[in-house]
């Protein structure tokens, strides 16, 4: 057996050195091996070129390895948030794990094939190795939609400014093709003066794109207008979250503590005018339809607007009108308690704990995993006007998808703003990966963006990305934003062509590579 194990390790200890260099260079690791950590795994596609099986493989078990570093907080998540024994939270991370990122072995499958059936020769197979993972990134579905553009935010070099040009995703592909560099270094290794040229290219592009971004930004305009925001963070975790699901008893105490800290801010901050509060993601823990807020905790809250005179953004429980489903939705009041229009809901909702793949059709599947809600889903972007400001609210997950906020930048929207509850998550990895994640959409469309959670972390990104004060991790705490920005504010390139440039560069490479064949013919 352990024969057997060493054997397997010796094979393909490639495949898992990238998977390890891939893992540990992502949020919240430093990037250290960014622009070399495929090149271990491209060695081991080169040297069994002829056995697709093999090359499929390897880069499963190096997507396997870098996803269990990457995420392993899902293990936590699915014992927290689904309630079941660490045994089976465990094999649900090996599960995971085996599919969170396949577009890796299916690029190299891809690779494989088009290697064969054009019949490439050595180098057009090196140069094709980079467009194949990169086509896949681009394209294949994840639940978790990583990549390596929020690298370069976490890391704050200059390049991420690029974002508005081609997306935060187009720096994930530039950083994969920076990889071809260090594998052409690696292959020259025994030629110094070649190996130095690589590396100094390497150098020389990564430079490049990041005296792009320091210009980009130095070009923005100053904002022309400013709001106050006051982000309350009660620290409410699960369990008394779900007892106030469940009406045992927290509700009153839950809805005291956002009352207690949103006053204590108003009193801290007194000497700035606070135009909003805003609330994270299911903070109001009961039901809220216009029609509750005559009586009750709805009443409370009209109330409490009222006599401190101040706005509202906070995330609460609705109830979709035609289906009577309940959702999971962002209410907007003025400082007169009035609820403004529209509502938002969440649209894309989290699989296996806001809905079940395929209960649409098969509605039993509820009846069989009765630990998963069954949430109304929202119909996309809306706008939500508090006075003269246009906001664009997201829920918690819908803050990872960068369509989603150019959406919203191409509706109007002025700021965007965020709830979220990360309390499923632990204190580890994913607080970092999903801050970062969502605080990059301000720089792909130029437009700050709030982010409310229970737990932390909490935060704002100004439109040129400079990231404000962060909340401290499960600690009750809030604090007042000033928060310039644009009124009226153009849309980004990446806002209205989206992924044009790494799909129009993808082409370029790929006729490039057959023009290297064609040439080599004549």
């Known amino acids: 057996m352990l024969k057997k194990v060493s054997l397997f390790f010796r094979n393909y200890q490639l495949a898992i050195f990238s998977g390890i260099m891939i893992g ?7 990037p250290w091996a960014l622009f070399f950590c495929f090149v271990p795994l491209w060695i081991y596609w080169m040297q069994n070129q002829n056995s697709w099986k093999k090359v499929f493989f390897s880069g499963w078990i190096c997507q396997f390895v870098l996803t269990l570093i990457g995420f392993n907080w899902v293990a936590y998540t699915l014992q927290e948030f689904g309630h079941i024994p660490w045994p089976a939270a465990v ?8 599919f969170a990122s396949l577009h890796i072995p299916l690029g190299g499958l891809l690779w ?3 290697s064969k059936k054009l019949n490439l020769q050595h180098l057009q197979k090196i140069l094709l190795l980079p467009l194949c993972i990169s086509f896949f990134e681009l394209t294949y579905p994840m639940i978790f939609d990583w990549h390596f553009g929020y690298t370069w935010y976490w890391a704050d070099w200059p390049g991420v400014q690029t974002s508005e040009i081609w997306g935060i995703k187009f720096l994930s592909v530039f950083s994969i093709f920076l990889n071809l560099l260090f594998y052409f270094a690696w292959s020259a290794r025994h030629q110094k003066k070649q190996a130095l040229l690589y590396l100094g290219s390497a150098m020389i592009f990564f430079a490049s794109i990041n005296l792009g971004g320091f210009y980009l930004k130095k070009q923005l305009p100053p904002p022309n207008a400013s709001v106050n925001a006051l982000i309350v963070q009660a620290n409410i975790g699960n369990l008394e979250k779900q007892y106030a699901e469940k009406g045992a008893g927290f509700t009153d105490f839950i809805v005291k503590e956002y009352f207690s800290l949103t006053e204590s801010g108003l009193k801290e901050f007194a000497n700035e005018p606070v135009d909003f509060a805003v609330w994270p993601e299911t903070a109001f823990p009961v039901r809220m339809n216009p029609r509750y807020l005559s009586s ?3 009443y409370q809250l009209v109330d409490f607007l009222k006599k401190n005179h101040i706005g509202l953004f906070t995330g609460a429980y609705g109830e979709d ?3 009577q489903q309940v959702s999971n939705s962002l209410f907007a009041f003025n400082n007169e308690g009035m609820i403004l229009t529209p509502t938002y809901t ?5 699989a296996f704990g806001e809905y079940i793949p395929g209960g649409d059709w098969i509605p039993k599947l509820y009846d069989w995993i009765p630990e998963v809600a ?5 119909h996309g972007p809306v706008i939500q006007s508090f006075g003269n400001i246009h906001m664009g609210p997201q829920i918690c997950y819908e803050g990872l998808f960068d369509w989603f906020a150019r959406q919203s930048s191409i509706l109007g929207s002025e700021i965007l703003i965020n709830v979220t509850n990360d309390s499923w998550y632990g204190k580890w990895q994913e607080r970092y990966q999903h801050l970062y994640m ?3 959409r301000a720089l792909e469309v130029r437009r700050p963006i709030i982010r409310s959670t229970n737990t932390g972390i909490s935060s704002v990104a100004l439109a040129d990305g400079t990231i404000l004060q962060t909340s401290p991790l499960h600690e009750k705490w809030k604090y007042l934003y000033k928060i310039p920005y644009f009124k009226n504010p153009t849309l980004t390139l990446f806002s209205k062509w989206g992924y044009w440039i790494p799909y129009l560069f993808l082409i370029f490479w790929g006729v490039c590579i057959f023009g290297i064949k064609q040439f080599t013919k004549s």
């Open 91 to 98: 094999i649900g991370l090996i599960l995971f794990c085996s």
């Open 112 to 114: 494989y094939f088009l």
């Open 346 to 350: 969440k649209t894309v909702l989290l």
């Open 374 to 378: 069954q949430f109304a889903r929202g």
């Open 24 to 30: 540990t260079s992502y949020i919240p690791f430093p």
């Open 296 to 298: 009750g905790y709805g």
């Open 438 to 440: 969502t605080l990059s």
């Open 321 to 323: 009108p035609r289906s």
